[in-house]
């Protein structure tokens, strides 16, 4: 059974609303969300097939300024205590602007934004655009206070053929908050502590490597585990194959630490683009309550299809 921590009467809960996130965030009451998880679409990646998605602007000014006002209405119905989680991946800029889908490339533009007081950047063909780093920045401008900037290192991450450049496998999971007292729950999401043998094991090393074992020895020495944190500053959790036709779907299991560590039990999550419902699906085996917007009707029906399951029997980690 769920506990309901529910204060906005607008809104019903587990349940994906097929429209728009800002469409769904303008009918829901202030402080009203504990949790926001999401992914939104990266610029010039990838088509999903409908009018007005995000990621086909011209520009990624406008492609910020969209995510920056989705920002805003989180920023309202966020609760003071709530945490908000963002992955967010990179993309180098082309001489003709196509847009990449896995290895192929597309010319058919459907976006159909206003694009007044924008222009296209010049001279960035094969530039990395640090789009991340950008709407980071531009959160913190705004209010936000930044927390971590996670890295998700996706060691099986699709290769790619170039020879001028290394690889890129890896995006950012940016964790946020709109206040400096808010809820995190560290001992839901400790590391196992590891073995005095395998601490002794490490001590052939250099003394750099000692320093930093003898250092973590006062955090491996909590019963309840390690902070993450304190291990390395990435999540290395290799992407996961899926069977929907949805193309940017993750490993589930880069989800448990944000619901897990970033939401009170009963709580609400908020995805606004859920895509075909990993968030969803976490939120339920974890007992909290999710609320998800997506724009894509073949989408919502894989969500639904695959989370009905999961709202009968819950899993609880």
């Given at each position: ?252 299991s880069l989800l ?24 969803a699906e976490v ?35």
């Amino acid at each position: 059974m769920f506990l309901s921590s529910l204060k906005n009467k607008k809104m019903e809960t587990n349940i994906i609303y097929r429209e728009p996130c800002l469409d769904t965030l303008r009918r829901m009451d202030d402080k009203s969300i504990d949790c926001v998880i999401t992914s939104p679409p990266y610029w010039q990646l990838r088509d999903y097939g409908y009018d007005g998605q995000w990621g086909l602007e011209p520009t990624f000014q406008l492609y910020l300024e969209h995510l920056w006002s989705m920002m805003a209405e989180i920023y309202r119905v966020l609760k003071d205590e709530g945490t908000v989680w963002i992955n967010l991946g990179d993309t180098y800029g082309t001489t003709s602007g196509n847009i990449k889908q896995g290895n192929l490339c597309t010319n058919k533009i459907k976006y159909t934004g206003a694009i007044a007081g924008y222009k296209k950047p010049e001279n960035m063909s094969k530039c990395l655009l640090l789009i991340p780093h950008r709407f980071a920045i531009g959160c913190i401008d705004r209010g936000w206070i930044m927390r971590n900037d996670c890295i998700w290192a996706k060691r099986n991450g699709m290769p790619e053929s170039v020879t001028d450049r290394f690889s890129k496998k890896h995006e950012y999971f940016f964790f946020m908050v709109k206040s400096e007292k808010y809820f995190f729950d560290l001992d839901a999401v400790r590391d196992k502590n590891i073995s005095n043998s395998n601490i002794r094991d490490k001590r052939g090393e250099s003394y750099g490597n000692e320093m930093q074992i003898g250092q973590g020895n006062r955090e491996w020495n909590n019963e309840n585990g390690k902070n993450p944190g304190t291990v390395s500053d990435f999540w290395d959790i290799p992407t996961k194959p899926s069977s929907s036709k949805h193309y940017a779907s993750y490993n589930d299991s880069l989800l448990v630490k944000p619901v897990m560590a970033g939401c009170p039990e009963g709580g609400i999550i908020y995805d606004p683009f859920m895509g075909t419902g990993s968030t969803a699906e976490v939120a339920i085996r974890a007992n909290r309550l999710f609320i998800g917007s997506e724009m894509s009707e073949e989408y919502c029906k894989i969500a639904n299809d695959r989370i009905q399951p999961f709202l009968i029997q819950p899993n609880i980690f």
